[in-house]
Structure formats: structure tokens, C-alpha cells
């Protein structure tokens, strides 16, 4: 095979994940043992596997490929171990100690034991005052005193040996010329300090979250510098041509190296994204608008919404318990997973997660010596997994492990132990009915309107239960679902948000202000594009408003018109705002009268890349002949019944098959409850039709399960 | 498990856990729709589901003292509501202080039915602190009221909306009665809260019926109290005592009004006498049962069962013996209350920490012992700050800098920073930016050095700034701030935090710009300058010009801070948590010319003030190095002496007040607060005295008190004597 070829690379913790796409829509997979000590050799092992298994040579294939979009958990990573570079903060005149104090924000603990304070990212005596002040219209109290800059940032290098430098003064949002004058200085002194300015990388109100995202990009500059400057240079070197390659970013789309390297907080936390965007890819190719994600893996839930086609977005996200500015596709997660511990609490109930068991020594029945019960032992004493058929018969499971670890909180809580498992079982489905319900109910959307698309080495067992939970009828597992989210990385598109807190009053603000603010974000999303080779021909642009009544503190995001604001539309603009927040928050909750204020304006500038195409599997629509690989009895809620299974690779489109069932694929097994559907379409997909009339009898046969 | 009935515990986990996330989503609308910034940043307010007789079956962690509000709505509900009214779509609110009985009056309460069919089966609760009601000044609190026709606008249970629709004329007199409209929208804030309680409930019962929702609500409260009730066991049978004075100065005299709280342990119960009340006051300060029961489950749930899900069964366990009508703990209909949960309220509060917390301290279980916890400020000594600004827009403004009061030490950990109060989970001060959105400017804002107790883990710190108006000519300012001349209480051998307090510089600090002004208001030669206006006022008129400088209390240290690692001390220094002088004095730690720990020199030290502390006799025995918290005190076998738990050596029989045994020292509080570099005011007429007891064998410290002049140090631990007056239930 040759020709154009796009490559996905997902840099995982145990494993380098790449993901090639031909020019027909071919697609490769293959993997590598993570390299941490230089990320590249894993990255490259893995290219050339693939190479390999496409039929032609690592060079010619890097150098015939158009895109190569990497996920990465370096910058995640950074944070999450605390690991990263000893960073400087230079901040106003009388407020050292604003990241020291950190709001005194609470972690909404009754155990005042575990009411400890975030991490500090900068040392206390890191932190320099510099003489400067704004007010809030703008103007400047007390001019930059720019000795003090150059003073301190020479103390800060030579004393302290600090290794970048944030930032951060009061209002530089609308003053940003202190900070900018502090940046020259700097550079006049160490050309080669990495330093981070509030009032580019976050220039909205708040001073805290500007703070903690410029100290935490100063923080992670070191791995991405020398992850991303590595890769953009071994992979130059082996024949991808300039500008190719991107990097997936938490809000959804990939950035350039250069972006990358200078903002590299905006990687962080991306790497559940990847899915999300494939999610948002395949819904269009099957049609569909109203996605709710559920990726299911070994630690943990996570599921999105994606709504008219497009994920929802989260901004002023949490990292570490630090409140910065950035935004992400909005992915709830939980701690349910494969792995999930199962235990007893001190009122003798039966809970499950967050504490996993990790990836070794894994689940009991893993082998590996792992003594805690998992949510994988329950499924496989429940025989949902077949022990012989786990990853596609690679790993053969310790049934008997399993049975061992689950005895004793069987013992303690007094029942079977098929009947514990199933108990377990059903709690995890209410965790994640509830992540779901979270995402869309708790957004105001129904999700009877969604259909659920899921992936992730885990979520067959589970999905069809909790769609039943929810009222959910349709549900959608890609083939190879384990490996979506490398997948995905093919589909993202270049995106580039600009925004900035505006205050526009929806019926007293200077259409002009509005508009002339709108057009100066849109020209700076563009010119960014533009710099990476997008032109109008493939870049699509929408303007977003984050609105609230005047006086709250949280807004609601609405899209603005592209065409400039007419002084007629304010009211047809406020109507508009106030559906929505009655939508969110049910009818009578508007706040009648009160002024509606534009606070934050915000572009979003998406360079489109082009995508792989789908390729069907053929099939013609009529059921296909379908042959069962055997039975195995599964015990579900209420009683053991025999289910018919399948052999996942045989099922060809056009299959279908009713519950009980399991089907057993390469890198998942599917459970087929009674009364759902499970049929293949034509791209190969397994689609559910989920039963969701009332389980009528779970409520008596439960009361008569019986614990004393 | 002592359980009897059956119940399948799968089905009882799913539906607690559905439960708590109906009451988080309710909050979460909640939070997210409302305007005050009391709600979206301090979250003082709560959201609670109660069952259809009145139990509440579930509540959102917020504010745990609202869980008693809850409970008196639904209980006034079930005794004046003819309920073959009440359809869906109903919302009632009230905030009548004696008989729907909220926190305070400021916290209204919303309360809505919710049907399983035509059936009513449960109600939907919310609660927020609205940021007027009318009265003499904004804010909810009204400091200069001398009863309660001053302090604003009181209702009566009353259906604010019919089908969905609001009821125009309580919407025309609520509108009527407060100067800030907006007040209106944090009860359509608690509507959208409710709505949310009761869709989301709704699924529920689809899922799993409502009858089995209900039985399976009665199955977890009953859980709860079994747990409840086991921990409770765990403390040793006795009656503990501790005293704490209110503080008001807001009618012209300074005054201290002393109480005491008696705690009784028998069995699986607590009684909680609090008996020994002031008599009531004509001001703010008395205190409603809501606010004291309130105070005191949070304080319960904290210290003995933060882990167990929060419903009825948590309170069963404990009974009240209320005091006489007319005192302040139990005030007449027509005595002022807006501010007795802050006042009186949380008087009590630490008075009675401080009892459990003896009898914590004795607990045969080291689970519970861990538990041992110092006080934190449990205070916000709010700013409010109304006036025209150069808009011309009437503007009011509440400094949430006030939030910044520090938690107790934990045995485990400091006390947290900026914490606010312990009940308040989800408080947070505002980005100075967002402060600077009201009509001010900031100087600056730190930590307080040595506001936070002294100890082997350093109680949490307070907040010091200072501000001044901008963009507005004249003001009014209202301000209370009631922990000024007596700090938290600090059981378990630690030292209490600083109090708060407020200073004014009229007519500002002389040429400067802003910065350099502020420098110098950092200067210790500023630290004692300037007006002290009354810790409570009223209207007070400000000028553009003036200066405010404020203080947050810190939480108390658990622990001898000669326990501590000089390590952290030195940390503490660098970060300007401590000032140097403390580093020897106090903490008994040598720092050589870098900084760096003088380990010989320290040692040394150490030993001097434990011979210090025994009046120059130096100590006979060394204590065991402390790497884990443990407590002051353990009993023998037979439970009749009390030993040194540093040293093991006897102090006292337990028959008797081992303090009477310890090694003492006094001093007038003001001297001893300067050595520990600690703000506390000083008063014109009446002199504090701070106690502290070492053990006579190792000098290690015991416990810190404070008592008023001429008191003496009371028997406050007596092991196996318990009352037998019933109680009322909460």
C-alpha cells in the first residue's frame, strides 16, 4: 500500500499507541513499550512496526504523510507527580503571598483531616514583588518599576537558581504593558529563560486562576521542550515535512510545535480527548447528532456529551486542585473501572472503587499475585469473561483467584459469592449511570434523546445495563473500541480559541465595542491558522459568548452571529439567553428584569484537516447467517440464565443476535442482556437496541436477596 | 451487624448514593444560578431532601448546621399545613426565626413537595444566606437592632409559588420591604434548587418505585444512628465542661457574657446541657435553637463521624436540656437573633468542641483519639459597605477578605488557611480583581503572622489587608467582628490563634502611591496605630480617604509546640507564617545565621523552657519524642488517675481536677498574646487571664485556657458521672 498517509501516536503510560490511516481509510495499528527516558524511541519502534505490517519502510512512510497529530500525558503527567521545572513568579507590589493563600478554597470535606492545602507549584521564596499597580478601568497607580524587575529576576536566576519565570501582575488583563515591559527586560537579561505572561497565556478576570495557569506553564516547559522539541526533530530527520506534525490539545484540536512548546499547558489532560473527538467524527459518518460518550478503561469512567454534533466544553478547569483558566472538552470522570477494588464500608455496604488495583499486580484473577477483589473477578465469577478467551486468549484468567479474593466481603456481607458479584456488578452500572446522568440531566438534556457511543477495553459488559438505567435504547460500540482514542487523533481538526473578558451589557453596550472586540479575536484565531498553513478555504470560525445576569458569578455559553451585532437584534439576543437558562435551570428560575451581561467573548478557529474515510465492510443489509460459538451461564441480578456467545471476529454485517449473549472479540467481550438486540452494521460497528421497559421485578427479587 | 430486619445491602448502597447526588445537582443549581456571591463563592448555603414525616434523608455537605433548618421546615409544615392542599408545582418559604425556625432569619428557607404520583412523599429543602432583608443596614446581620422589629423583613410560612407561577403579592411585599431587589432572586435560586431535588428524584422512584425509595431512606437513616451510636460508645462515660464569653460593644458598653456547656456521655448518647446561659441581650447576640443545635451536630459529625452519610439518623443520638426562656440561649420572641448563630451560636459551638474534645482526648479507641482536632477562628468578621458610587448607582459590598479565619490543627496535619468557618465546607475568599469590581481599592493582602496557634501542628492562618474606597465619595460601613478580645479555644496542649480585628486610618497614611502605603502599613511600627472602632457598628460614616485595615482570627495549635519539627518552624519563618522572635520563645528552636537548624541548640533550648515552665526546677523526666499527635492526658487501667501521656507519670486521681496538680502559670492575656505575637483587643474594664498547665514530671504542655480574672481553673472532667435528666431530642 502507498500513498498519503496520516498518523495518530498516543503516548501512554505503559504502552505508545499509533494508529496509521491510508489514503483509502485503511488502518494500521500497532505498539511499543513506552520509552520515558526519551519518549521518541517508543514513539519510532511503534511507526516502524507499523511500517512494517503496511508493507514499505519507516522513511517512506514519514515522509508520504500528511499529519501526524500526537496525544500526549507528558504534560499531565508533570503536574500530576509534581515534577517539572523550579519556577519564578513575579507579581504586584503586596500580593506574594495570593498563591501561598490560594483563595483558602475548601475541598468541601466534613473530615477537616483531609482539608489540606493544593500543592504549591512555586516556592514562597520564589516569589518576588514587583513595584506596579492597575485599577480595574485600566490605568496605571504606580508605573513598573523596571529596577525591581531587573533586581529580583537576577536574584531569582543567581540565588535561588530558578529554571522559568510566570508572570502575573494585578488587572494585566486590561493593562498588559507592565507585564510585557517585565518580559523585555527579562529577555535583555537570560535570552534563554522560559517565561510566561498572565496576560497571553489567560487574560481574564481573576488574578488567581491567570496565576496558576502562567506558573503551571512555566512549570511544564522542561517535558514539553524536550518531549516535543525531541520528537519535532527525530521525526524531521526521519522524513515528515515541516509542519506536519501537531499536538492534541484539551480543548480538542491540535496546536503546531511551536504553539506547543510555548503554551504546553494546553496539552494537559487531553488524553481521554482523543476519544471524544473520534466519538464526534463517527457520530456524523453514522448520522447521528446527540452523542453521549462512555469510555470505560482499566482505572476509570469517563464519559462527554456531544451535542449537535459537537463535544461540550468545560472552562476555568481544575488541575491538581489548582483553578486555572484553560478549557477542555468537558469529560466527567469517575473512579470505576476494570480494576476497581470492591469493598465494605464501616455501615457494612458494598462499594466499589475509587482505588484500583492498577495495572500490576492487576485483578486477582490477573495472576499476578493481586489479593483485593476487582470488578473484573466479579464479571468473570458472573461468566461474563470467558477465562480463556481474555485479550483474544493471551492472558488465561485465575477463576479460582478470582473466587479467593471475592470470598471474604461475600462472607462478611452473607450471601453466594455469584450473588455478591452480581451485586457489585449492578453498583458499578449505578456509578456509571450516574457519571452519565451527570453529563446530560444534569446539563438540563434528556438523555433518552442521546445515543451512547462506547469504547475502552471494558464498557461492553456494562453499557447495555446502564443505557437500560437511563432510558437509553440506542448503543454504539465501534470495532476495536480498545484503541478509539489513538484513533480519534486522526479526525482532530487545528483549533485556536481566543478570548477575553468583554462586560458587554446586552442592552446598554456599544454595538461597536462588541463588534470591534469580536473581529480583533476572530483576526488573531485566524492569523494563527494561517501561520500553520490553514487558509479560508478550510477554516471555519464561530463566535461564543459566556452570558449571565448581572451579578452572577456563572455564565452560560451561547453562540454569538458571526455578522456584526445590529442595534435591533439586544432583544431577540436576550430572549435567546434567557431559553437557554431556563432550559438549564427550569422555568421560573430567569431572573425577571435583572440586565444581561456579555462577560466573557470568546472565538473558536478551526483549521479542517482531511479526514480519513470511513471504510464499510461491506454487507447487504439483509441479515447474514449468524453461527454461536457456544453457551456459557451467566448469573445476572436476580438469577443465572445461559447465554449464547459469539465469536466477535465471524460476526459480519447484517448479524444480529438477541439477548442473552456475550460476544467475545479480540480485546472485549459484549454482553447481550435479555431483550436487547445486537446487530452489526454495515461499517462494522455493533449497534444495541437497548430494552428499556421496567425491569419490574428488580425491586421484589432484590428485597428478598436478604442480608442480616 | 446488630441489624435485624432484612434489607438487601446493594439495594440500600444504590439508593443512598442516588439520594446524595439528587441533594449535589440540587446544589450545583444551586450555586450555579445564583447572584451572591455568599452563595457562588463562601456556599453558605444548603440543599437537603426530607422524607414525608419530617426525617431528613439526605443532604449536601455544604452546611451542616442547615441540617436542623431542614428539619424545623418540614416539622412546621407537618403541624400547620393542611397537606390535601399542597399540589405540585407548590414552593413555600419562610424565615420566621421561632417557628419554621431557620440557622438565622437571613437564611430563608424554601421548601417544596414532592409527589410519587398523587401521593406526597417527600419534600425538597434549600436554604441560602440572602444577601438583605431589610432592617437598618444589608448584609442579614444588624448589628445596631436592639429586637427583632429592627433587623428587617420576618415571614411566616406562606406559598411563594402556585402551579410554577410566583405569588405576586408575596413578590410585592418581599420588594417592598429589602433595598437590594436582587435578594429576591436567591429564593428563585432555592426554586430552580428545589425543581432540580424533585426531577431528579422523580427518576428515581421510575427506577426503582417510590415505596421502595422510601423504605430503603428509613433503612440508611436507621444505619447511620447504629454507627452514630457505636462511635458515641467509644467515648468514656463523664460529664466534660468548658466555658467561652460572647463579646458585643454595639450599644456603647463593652461586654462579656460568659456560658458554659456541660456534655454528658452515657452509652450510646449524648446529652448537652446548656443550661448556664446569659441572660438575654438586648442586641443580636442571642442565639435560636436552630442556630445551637446546628452548630453543635456539625461540630458532632466533624469530630466523631465525617465518614457516615448525613441524615436523620446522625442526630438521634443526642438530646438538649435547653435554659430558662428570657436568656440568651433561649430568647423571648421579641429579642434580636439576626446574628446569634455567629455570635452566642458559635460560643457554644467552641464551648462545646472544646468538652467533646476532653472526652475524645480519653477514648480507649486511637481511632477516635486521632480525631483530636484544635478549634478553628469560627468567625468572619464581615465588612459591609454600602453607598452611591460615582455612577450613581447604589451599591452594596461585603469585603469576603473576612472569609480568611483559620482552621483548628488537625491531629494529622496544620489547620487549614483562609478557611473560614469549620462548617462552612465550601468557603472561599474572592480574587482581589473580583473585590475591585465593588468600589475599592486593595493595598494589600498576606497571611497574619503568628495568627495561627502555636503547636506541635499550627493552627490554621488568618488574613490581613487593607483597602479604601475607590470610585465612591461616602459610604456607610456596618461591621462586626466577634472573636477581638477572646481568641479560639485550643484543647489538647496547643496555643489559640489570634483574634480578629479592624483598624481605621482616617484621612490615609500621608503622601505614598499606592504600594508604597501599603508597604508601610505592613511596618510593626503600624501594627498598634490608628482608631479601633467598635468590634460591632452600625452605619458607620467613611470617607474617601480612610484607610480599613483588617484582621482574620486564626484556629488554635494542637499539640506542645516544643513537640514540632524545627523543620517545619523554620519553613514557617520563610514563609512569613511565624515571626523570629516566636522561633526560640515559643517554638524553643535555634536558627544559626543562614537559617539553617541549630539541632544542639534546640535541644538545649527546649529543656529551658520546660524548666521554665516548672519554676526553674528542671524537669524530672524527658517526654517521649512526638512524631504522631497524642493526646495530653491517658488514664490507668482502673481509670482512676490521670497520667502525663508524654511521660507516663501519675498527675492527678481522676476524682479530682488534675489541673489543681499541674505545674501553672497566668498571665493578664494581652502580655501573654504578645509573646506569642498573637492580636487580641485589650479592654478598658475587664481583664482575661491565659492558663497554661505543664506536667510537673517532664514540663511538656498540657492544655492552654483562658478564664476570666479571679476565676479558678474548674474540675472539668468528671469520668462516670452522668445525669439522668432525659433531655429533648433535636
Redesign the interface.
Known sequence: MRGMYRVGVDIGGTFTDVVVAGEAGDIVRAKALTTPDDYTEGVTAAIDSAATELGTTLGELMSSCIGFVNGTTVVTNAIAQQRGRRVGLLT???????I??H???????????K???PPDIVR??HVAEV???V??QGDV??PLGEDDVRREVTRLVEEEGIEALAVCF??AFRHPEHERRAAEIVRELYPDLFVTLSCEIYPR?????RMNTAVLNSFVSEGAETYIGKLTDRTRDLGLADGRISFMQSLGGHISSEEAMSEPIRLSHSGPVGGVVAASHFASVLGEENIITADLGGTSFDTALIRDGRPTHAHRMTINRLLTGLSSVDIHAIGAGGGSILWI???????VGPQSAGAYPGPACYGNGGREPTLTDANLLLGLIDPDKFWGGTVRLDVDAAAEALRPVAAQ?GGSLEEIAA??H??AV??MS?AM??VS??RGYDPRDFTVIGYGGGSGLFLAEVCA?LGITRLVMPRAAATFSAYGLLFADAIHAQATTAEWGFASGDVDDINALYDRLQEQAVEALRREGFDESNTTVRREADVK??????EISMEMPLAPIAEDEREALSARFVEEYERV???????DG?PIVLHTARVVASGITEKPPVQPRGGNGRAAAVEPSGERTIRVRGGTVAATTYDGPSLVPGARITGPALVDDVDTTLFVPEGDRLEIDELGNYVFTVDTA?PTA??AT??S???? | MSTTTTYDPILAQVIARRLEVVCEEAAITLNRSSGSPIVTEANDFSTSLVSADGDVIAFSSYLPPHFVSAMNAVRNILDTLDLSTVEPGDHFAANDPYTVAPLHAADPSVITPIFAGDELVAWAYSSVHVLDLGGLTAGGWIPGSYDRYGEGFIFPLIKIVSHGEWDKNFVDLYLANVRMPESLNDLRSCVAANNTTSSRLQEVFDRYGADTVAEYAAINVRLSEEHARERIRKLPDGTYTATDWVEYDGHGVEALHRLSVALTIRGDEMLIDLTDSPPEANCFINATRAALLGWILGDVIRTLFPDLPINAGVHKPLRIVKSEPGTMLNPSKNAATSCGHMESGTKVFRAFHDALHKAVALSDDPEIRRRAAGLGGNVAPHNVVSGVNDAGVFEVWVSFDSLGTGLGAQSNVDGRDCGCYEDMTGARMLDIELEEMASTLHFYRRLCPNSGGHGFRRGGMGIDSAWQMQGMQRAQLTMFSNVTRVPSRAPGGGYPGGGTGNRIFHGGLGAGTVTDVGARLREPEFERSGDVPPSHATNLQIDTDAIFRCYGAGGSGLGDPLFREPWRVAEDLENEMITADVVPAIYGVVLGAQGEIDEAATVARRHEIRTERLGGTPPAREPEPMTEYRSPLRLDDGHRTFLCNHCGEPIAPTSENWKDHASTRSWPLPERAQDLGTKVREMADTVMRMWEFACPSCGTLLEVEIYADGEKPARDIRLGETSDVPGEAF
Do not use: C
Not at chain 1, 504586584?92 to 495570593?98: A, H
Not at chain 1, 478576570?205 to 486562576?209: A, F, G, L, N, V
Not at chain 1, 445576569?549 to 456563572?554: A, E, L, N, T
Open positions: 504586584t507590589r503586596g500580593f506574594k503571598q495570593q501561598y493563600i483563595r483558602g478554597i475548601r475541598e468541601i470535606q466534613l473530615d477537616l483531616q482539608e489540606t492545602r514562597q521564596r513595584d506596579e499597580r485599577n480595574r497607580l504606580v494585578l488587572w478576570i481573576r488574578e488567581y486562576e464500608d464501616e455501615r457494612n455496604l458494598p462499594r456481607l451485586g457489585y449492578q453498583i449505578t456509578h450516574t446522568a451527570k440531566l444534569g438505567e445576569f448581572v451579578g452572577q458569578s456563572f435551570y427550569g422555568a421560573g428560575a430567569a431572573w435583572f421496567m428488580l425491586a432484590s428485597a436477596g436478604g442480608a442480616s
